[in-house]
């Protein structure tokens, strides 16, 4: 089983066991014990799937993730023990990918992740106006032409194309691309790279079609260019 999974169970002796078990299958496992330790390891560590616990020390994990699913599209499997009818019609309003009741067949479980994780790998391609995004092999392609891209200027990219046709603020950006508070970074960060980016990938990056400014609030990726 290829790929990252980010586990967030805050029982610990469940959040080993399903490490151990996940890491045997050939995953590269990633844990957390709360909602903040989960949005901290989101931060840096790009994730295949997200195994995630109903109730945690910190927070719901129905409001986790629809914090998640506001901004990335990364399939998740939540576990409760309250297996009632209400819950499973919560969770997958919400957005969750699949649901699980404990106590669970550890057997299921891991065939379900297995789909789960091969259906994110079929999306580690990124398409839209003329820009294509590898991220198995984080390359870059307008048309038949490789672009090379900083570190900064992919994230910003992978952002914008994983959140098209949506306005991102400043602050949204921030947190995705640098770091939730905004430190180490000044007022001009975003818009020097914006621009550096529209360079890369725009026809006329004076009158940009996919990288728009919406005065006052922030920016947009436009897929058809209008």
Do not use: H
């Not at 719901?60 to 009818?85: N, W, Y």
């Not at 079929?122 to 984080?138: E, N």
């Not at 360079?199 to 079609?209: F, Q, T, W």
């Amino acid at each position: 089983m290829n790929g990252t999974l980010l586990i967030i169970e805050d029982d610990l002796d469940l959040l080993e066991g399903l490490a151990f078990s996940m890491e045997k299958e050939g995953c590269r496992v990633l844990t957390a014990k709360s909602c903040a330790e989960g949005r901290k390891v989101l931060k840096t560590e790009p994730c295949s799937c997200i195994l995630l616990d109903c109730n945690l020390p910190d927070g719901s994990g129905f409001d986790f993730c629809r914090q998640v699913k506001e901004r990335r599209e990364i399939p998740i499997l939540m576990l409760t023990a309250r297996d009632t009818e209400m819950d499973e019609v919560k969770a997958l309003e919400l957005g969750m990918d699949d649901f699980m009741s404990k106590p669970f067949s550890l057997a299921v479980l891991k065939a379900r992740l297995r789909k789960l994780m091969q259906k994110e790998r079929k999306a580690d391609r990124l398409v839209s106006g003329g820009i294509v995004v590898d991220k198995d092999r984080c390359r870059v392609f307008r048309g038949e032409e490789e672009i090379s891209c900083s570190r900064i200027e992919y994230q910003l990219l992978v952002y914008f194309m994983e959140n098209k046709n949506q306005v991102l603020s400043k602050e949204q950006i921030l947190a995705s691309v640098w770091d939730s508070q905004g430190r180490f970074v000044d007022d001009s960060t975003v818009s020097v790279n914006i621009r550096r980016l529209r360079a890369k990938i725009e026809n006329d990056p004076k009158n940009p079609e996919r990288i728009r400014n919406v005065y006052g609030i922030g920016y947009i990726w436009r897929e058809d260019g209008v």
